[in-house]
């Protein structure tokens, strides 16, 4: 039909939904969990929760728009100056800066596949081009292929690290050899949702590593380690033109005074939070055990999250999760990602895991 109504731009108009994690159906007589979204299982700190109650008395004002405290009290923590952070509504909204401060239309985004399903919605949505490189069979970046991939048009290379679904994470010794190819009029953005959690030799150490590199952006958020995933807060860290292009196009007022109150209580809370992590990073390491026992072929994880690659059978074994109280998170003929969350729910999945195998074998 021929219409003059306005329409969105065509690159907007093909975008994938972005599908959340679902959370679960109440079942009388069975505790469900949720293990779709990588969250934190543990509720807020009681001093996170007191002093966000106390700033949203105050929600009648507009926060501060520089979030100049939490920016204090990262640079304090991170040990680098002010204006080489920047702030926004979760480190997805820092991704989608980044793509259109840098991106022109038609410049190329690299990234791997399968990673966070957000890239390519955020290439479009800049009207840049999504160019996924596979990653290799063990789940792990292909950062040769990735090099390869580079064209005249690259402007930005996404790096998930650990990756999400599949939970490998890059060697700091990777990523060096990768950056001094990497033509430097390229934007690196090192995404670390997860970098809390890597326990292996040789981690990236992102906040490091832009120090030696101007082309070199971190991404981070309070969502995982520090479990405020529902309040929206993420930084970067990078070179100061980098991330005063953040600023620049960032939405105004979007961080709010409850969520900066919550993130900067949860800097001072760091012992409490980081016991936390140890406790899940604990139990990822009894799931992979679990998961593996039962001869199942699990990568490497190095976030609160596990990868098990199912192929043609990811959405029957979300189902056969779901009916035994667990949502877990399917990507049709790939693979089911599960959230290390509470003992139980751990538990529930690997046994779900092993009478899965041990039926099919
Ligand atoms: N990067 C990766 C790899 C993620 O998995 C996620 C969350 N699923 C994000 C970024 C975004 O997290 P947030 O916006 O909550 O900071």
Not at 77 to 102: D, K, M, N
Not at 126 to 132: D, E, G, K, L
Not at 314 to 325: I, K, Q, T, Y
Not at 342 to 355: H, M
Request: with cysteine; aromatic share 6%.
């Amino acid at each position: 039909r021929l219409t003059t109504a306005p329409q969105p731009r065509c690159s907007i108009q093909s975008i994938p939904p972005y599908v959340p994690g679902r959370p679960p159906t109440p079942r009388e007589g069975l505790r469900s969990y949720k293990l779709s979204s990588n969250e934190n299982p543990y509720p807020p700190l009681p001093g996170v929760l007191a002093a966000s109650a106390e700033a949203a008395a105050g929600m009648n004002r507009y926060p501060d728009l520089g979030s100049s405290v939490l920016h204090d009290a990262l640079a304090a923590r991170l040990e680098v100056p002010t204006e080489h952070l920047a702030v926004a509504t979760g480190s997805v909204a820092l991704i989608y800066q980044l793509l259109q401060a840098f991106c022109e239309p038609g410049d190329e985004v690299i990234h791997a596949w399968r990673s966070f399903e957000a890239y390519p919605i955020a290439a479009s949505v800049a009207a840049a081009t999504s160019v996924r490189v596979p990653l290799t069979v063990d789940g792990r970046h292909d950062l040769d292929a990735m090099l390869t991939a580079i064209t005249p048009r690259t402007r930005v290379i996404l790096v998930c690290t650990p990756n999400n679904p599949t939970g490998p994470a890059v060697t700091q010794a990777e990523l060096d050899a990768f950056l001094a190819v990497v033509p430097s009029r390229v934007l690196v953005v090192l995404d670390e949702a997860y970098a809390e959690f890597v326990r292996m030799a040789d981690p990236v150490d992102g906040v490091t590593t832009y120090r030696r590199h101007e082309n070199v952006v971190v991404t981070r958020t309070f969502s995982k380690a520090y479990g405020l995933a529902g309040l929206r807060v993420g930084y970067a860290v990078g070179p100061a033109p980098i991330t005063a292009a953040l600023r620049a196009v960032s939405l105004p007022f979007g961080v709010t005074a409850i969520a900066q109150a919550a993130a900067v209580a949860s800097l001072s809370a760091q012992p409490a939070l980081a016991e936390r992590v140890e406790t899940l990073v604990a139990e990822r390491v009894r799931v992979l055990d679990g998961l593996r026992r039962a001869g199942l072929d699990v990568p490497d994880a190095q976030g609160n999250f596990v990868w098990l690659g199912f192929g043609d059978d990811a959405s029957d074994f979300a189902v056969a999760c779901e009916r035994a109280g667990i949502v877990v998170r399917p990507f049709a003929g790939d693979g089911v990602r599960a959230s290390i969350g509470e003992p139980e729910a751990n538990d529930r999945l690997v046994e779900i895991a092993t009478e899965w195998t041990t039926t099919r074998t």
